[in-house]
């Protein structure tokens, strides 16, 4: 559509930009007299007629010729030369007629008019010299005029309505063209159901393209109800439901190439599961361009080389990010054979190490096709999780990233389409369709949570309001009984007489209370259990909300 449209602009440009040119026509008719023929009577009819057809083949050409261009010029007295008239002269015979029809394009119609006439009057004297025989005599070819030429008033060029037509059609024909050529050149990987049949595992999410993700990646948490932060809730809820009968443990961030944001999506997902209420250890095993501890804004010096060499123990390498749930285990010093190291017992060793004291582990790793870090740290884990960039990773670059994590018998959990744009034809649309908006009501009440990370990395002072612990209290505090009105009261027994209310009668009005009187009593079903899919333990379903289940001992029950 974009090129019809640019052809139809430029087309209507060239009709308007373009010089008016006129067309004046004019018409000889070539004859043979009876005293120039060879014969009489019909044979002599039949003889002359193809002798004037031969030479009209031959006086098309002298028409268009320069001679015939000066004899105009001389004529007229015009102060153009002769080449530039015989240019404007064309000339045509009919097929087995004698008549040459004459034509002459010009920008002034009254010019080509005066030419087109005159070389009827000048052409026939020219054919008299040419055709004379020498020993002398009248020529045996005689040249009329049969049709004068009109004073023309249509321009006969440009002619909009077949220029429009041919830029739109020329157009059409580019556009589609090029978009042919450009499905059939371009491999690079366009949608989730491309993303998936490449990978041959679930895509566990779409992430979209933002320009401003490298001058702030941590987009939860300056952004947090952005529609890029729902992606990647959305992404740690599809991880969580990957395989239920093996709970994750372990899980690499990885990608095909460089430059497909794995180090910015491994971030936001390790600080979306810690919102969720996981203990969550986020371990930068990029050796060789480590970028989670800028993004994280922490000390990389010390890390993960540190512990597995022994220079520092584990608990001194940890780095608590927030409010503690999210730990963090930078690259430290960049060793000369980082994949030796990935792949040692010692690696082995912690990541068991780290297991045991966190629900999950997130590692960043390299590009699996530049360097094999990521396919070691993938016998190694629970899984990989392979990063593809929208229409910029290539189909025989993800194909080949497989082929190395099935080679080395590590499991591919899914794939996560990263940067998909938000506009034009290779977008893909998230959210429910229907204006629904992530943002908060600006009337609307908000619970912050008290000393949260996110208002630690804002720098943001708790607000005065309650927090959520108070909060919390306030919901779960015992429900008191309606207190009826004044008339109801006064036929209300005396409370001696009342028995004691048990504790289902506490938590919800009796059949005898005024307010409900028909509302039966029941009680409460014990909640059912919850599987925690990072962690084989199960834990009662409450009201309460993440951050309730890792408040202190002695906190109110529900």
Known sequence: MVCALVALTAAIGVTLSSTKIYTAKSQLFVSVPESGSGGDGANGLVSNSQFSQQRVKSYVSVITSIRTGSLVKADLGLD??????????????????????????????????????SVGTVFPGLVDQLEKPRAG???????????SAELPTVPTSPRPKLN????????????????????????????PDHAQELVGAP????????????????????????????????????????????????????????????????CNLAITLAQAGLQVVLVEGDLRRPRIADYMGMEGAVGLTSVLLGRTSLEDALQPWGDGALQVLASGPLPPNP????????????????????????????????VTD?????????????????????????ARAVATVNAVGATLLGGVLNMVP?????????????????????????????????????????????????????????????????????????????????????????????????????????????????????TPTTTDSWWERNDEPGSPAT
């Open 80 to 117: 153009e030369s002769a080449g530039t008239i015989a240019s404007k002269v064309a000339a045509s015979a009919p097929l087995d007629t004698v008549l040459i029809n004459v034509s002459v394009k010009d920008s002034d119609p009254a010019r080509a008019m005066a030419i087109a006439n």
């Open 137 to 147: 005599g009248t020529s045996p070819i005689s040249v009329k005029v049969s049709q």
């Open 164 to 191: 429009l037509a041919l830029g739109l059609l020329v157009g059409l024909a580019v556009g589609v063209g090029g978009a042919v050529l450009r499905e059939t050149l371009d491999t690079s990987v366009k949608g």
């Open 203 to 266: 895509v566990l999410g779409a992430i979209s393209y933002d320009a401003d993700a490298s001058k702030k990646p941590l987009v939860v948490v300056h952004a947090p109800s952005s529609v890029r932060a729902e992606a990647f809730r959305q992404l740690r809820t599809n991880l969580q439901f990957v395989d239920i009968e093996h709970p994750l443990r372990s899980v690499v961030i990885t990608s095909s190439v460089p430059g497909e944001g794995k180090s910015t999506t491994t």
């Open 339 to 370: 994949s030796e190291l990935l792949g040692s017992q010692g690696m082995q060793d912690l990541l068991r190490q780290l297991e045991g004291r966190a629900d999950i582990v997130l590692i960043d790793a390299p590009p699996l096709l530049p």
């Open 374 to 398: 990521a396919a070691v740290l993938g016998t190694l884990t629970s899984g990989l999780v392979m990063l593809i960039r929208s229409n910029q990773t290539r189909r025989e670059q993800v």
């Open 422 to 538: 938000t506009r034009g034809p290779d977008a893909y649309s998230y959210g429910y369709g229907y204006g629904y908006s992530y943002k908060p009501s600006a009337t609307a009440g908000r619970l912050t949570p008290i000393d949260s990370h996110v208002a630690h990395a804002r720098g943001a002072a708790t607000p005065n309001e309650p927090g959520i612990r108070a909060h919390l209290e306030a919901v779960r505090a015992p429900a008191s009984r309606p207190e009826p009105p004044a008339a109801q009261r006064e036929q209300t027994p005396p409370a001696a007489t009342e028995p004691a209310p048990t504790p289902a009668a506490t938590a919800a009005p009796s059949p005898e209370s005024p307010a409900f009187p028909s509302a039966p009593v029941v009680a409460p079903a014990e909640p059912p259990a919850q599987v925690d899919y990072f962690s084989k333990a199960t």
